[in-house]
């Protein structure tokens, strides 16, 4: 039996653990501050797809993912008995003007060759959403039916869950077993910087807040660069600020307040909703701004699956299969723009 030990109980270490132990591996998870401490603890969970127009490999490989992630989530719904939240409900974003208006509308034509049938994406008129949708100067809206939504902090523990019903160990530390993979988020990113005297990837800080009000199936929205997320057990979130600089990583202030204002502003039925939570937490943003992923350069042995900024819940069930395929199988699938090395290129081309 393989033996695979994992450092960080985030999405990608409990995913890759995951996919690894369906694959009959034997998986320790060492984390000394428990399941979902870090930013994979949030509230938001907008799992969102980028536009579709000038593709490439990074949006197919995004694309691959959230259409693999609802059979992913019922998996690991099935094995562990909780819900993650999953739903694939869809996206309105407010079109601003007329030039957004046509290229929104080109996009709707190329989504029906990209998305290959399997999801669309429409300009539609903003009164047919009744009210339920974002401010629209135009009034028109985008729909798209790619986009999901999901429950971070109950899906990272329905993730550990269905691992330890498979015969995986959670635990703060212990000793190495078999390939290390490293998914150590921001302070990964951190150290790797430190290691090889390079701008690998650092921290941004995000600030969300999770307000009472109930719209369990409803889509969610874009707007004004915010994600305003309807979960199943009666909340919204919104989020999130992104803080390059900061002192206090889990501290909240008046940078959440003006994030709560801008989404009231654009959706104005939200008004009214009472704050139940504010959360603040630090992702992993790796230099190249797509996920590092592949083997770490001189530890034989050792991987490293890092810098899911923004994207990391929705590349999950993917990123979970491809390093699974390397760590066990030794077939290397992942994107080249994903590979170790191009961060470390991108990070000796200019200071972080």
Not at 118 to 147: E, R, Y
Not at 257 to 264: G, N, P
Not at 321 to 338: C, K, N, Q
Request: glycine share 10%.
């Amino acid at each position: 039996m393989a033996e695979v030990t994992i450092y960080g109980a985030g999405i990608f270490g409990l995913s890759i653990g995951w996919a690894c132990a369906r694959r009959g591996a034997a998986v320790q998870i060492y984390d000394p501050n428990g399941v979902a401490a870090g930013s994979s603890g949030g509230p938001v969970g907008a799992l969102a797809p980028h536009v579709p127009e000038n593709w490439n490999a990074k949006k197919a490989f995004q694309f691959d993912s959230l259409i693999a992630a609802q059979d992913f989530w019922h998996g690991v719904e099935a094995a562990s008995g909780l819900s993650s939240g999953y739903g694939r409900s869809g996206r309105l974003q407010p079109i601003a003007d007329k030039k957004t208006l046509e290229l929104a509308q080109a996009r709707e034509i190329a989504a029906q060759t990209l998305w290959q049938g399997k999801a669309t994406w429409q300009v539609m008129p903003a009164d047919t959403q009744a009210n339920w949708a974002p401010q629209s100067p135009t009034g028109w809206l985008i729909h798209d039916t790619l986009s999901a939504r999901i429950h971070p902090r109950n899906a990272c523990l329905a993730l550990a869950a269905a691992l330890r019903a498979w015969g995986g160990r959670i635990e703060p530390n212990g000793p190495e077993h078999g390939v290390v993979v490293h998914a150590t988020g921001w302070q990964g990113l951190r150290d790797l910087s430190e290691q090889f005297e390079q701008p690998v990837g650092n921290g941004v800080k995000g600030q969300a807040a999770l307000l009472r009000y109930s719209a369990p199936d409803a889509p969610q929205l874009f707007a004004d660069a915010l994600h305003i997320v309807p979960h199943t057990d009666g909340t919204v979130a919104i989020g999130s600020t992104s803080e390059r600089a900061f002192s206090n990583p889990g501290d909240t202030d008046t940078q959440l307040d003006a994030v709560i204002a801008r989404a009231t502003t654009a959706f104005p039925v939200l008004r009214d909703a009472p704050i139940i939570a504010r959360w603040a937490g630090v992702r992993p943003r790796a230099k190249s701004r797509a996920p590092m992923l592949g083997a770490y350069p001189s530890r034989t042995g050792h991987f490293i699956a890092n810098g899911g900024f923004k994207i990391g819940f929705g590349m999950a069930p993917k990123i979970a299969e491809v390093m699974a395929d390397l760590i066990l199988e030794g077939r290397d699938t992942i994107p080249d723009a994903f590979r170790v090395a191009t961060c470390l290129n991108a990070g000796s081309k200019s200071p972080n």
